[in-house]
């Protein structure tokens, strides 16, 4: 493609400009100075539903509904956390565009969902199920593996890959 396919013949010699957006993505590394060495010990690598649970348990105190999605790496190791969306009381606005954008950017080999019911009732609804098969869909025609979407409650959680959702 060359100006003249896009402006045509220059024939008085005028200056001509074209503008265009460049996407560039711009990564935040965080440091947390607390002293928690066991809390993420290097890498952490999860294998099942209840270590994610236990990493995450602390969104059974928050008052919002939180989405969170964990980018993992080949070995199901943390690359990044994107915090999704932060919603109202028992809803959070989450579209898979949003969703993946960052997973792509962030080179994710795999995702992992996790959200929060302030209502401490971990059990999906007609709405969890519905956004995790949606999610489901895209990451099979984008190449990224949908391990877990898992719903965190007061004192349990509930994984949609161990019910065989996912």
């Known amino acids: 493609m060359t100006i003249q396919t896009l402006f045509g013949e220059n024939e008085g ?3 001509r400009s074209i503008r265009m957006k460049v996407i560039r993505p711009v990564w935040e590394t965080l440091t947390i100075n607390e002293v928690a060495s066991d809390y993420i010990g290097g ?5 099942s539903s209840r270590e994610v649970f236990a990493l995450f348990n602390f969104l059974k105190y928050e008052t919002k509904e939180h989405f969170l999605a964990l980018h993992l790496d ?3 190791r943390i690359l990044c956390l994107d915090k999704v969306s932060s919603g109202s009381l028992n809803a959070s606005i989450v579209h898979p ?3 993946f954008k960052t997973a792509l950017l962030s080179s ?3 995702i992992l969902f996790v959200h929060n019911h302030p209502s401490g009732n971990p ?3 007609r709405e969890d199920l519905e956004l995790t098969t949606r999610l489901k869909q895209a990451g099979d025609l984008l190449g990224l593996r949908v ?3 898992i ?3 007061e004192d349990r959680y509930v994984s949609l890959a161990d019910q065989g959702l996912v």
Do not use: M, Y
Request: proline share 4%; hydrophobic share 35%; glycine share 4%.
């Open 108 to 110: 994710a080999a795999a």
């Open 43 to 47: 890498r952490a690598r999860f294998t």
């Open 74 to 76: 080949s070995k199901n």
């Open 123 to 125: 059990e999906p609804s």
């Open 13 to 15: 010699n005028e200056t």
């Open 151 to 153: 719903i965190i409650g």
């Open 97 to 99: 565009r949003e969703v």
């Open 147 to 149: 391990l877990d979407h």
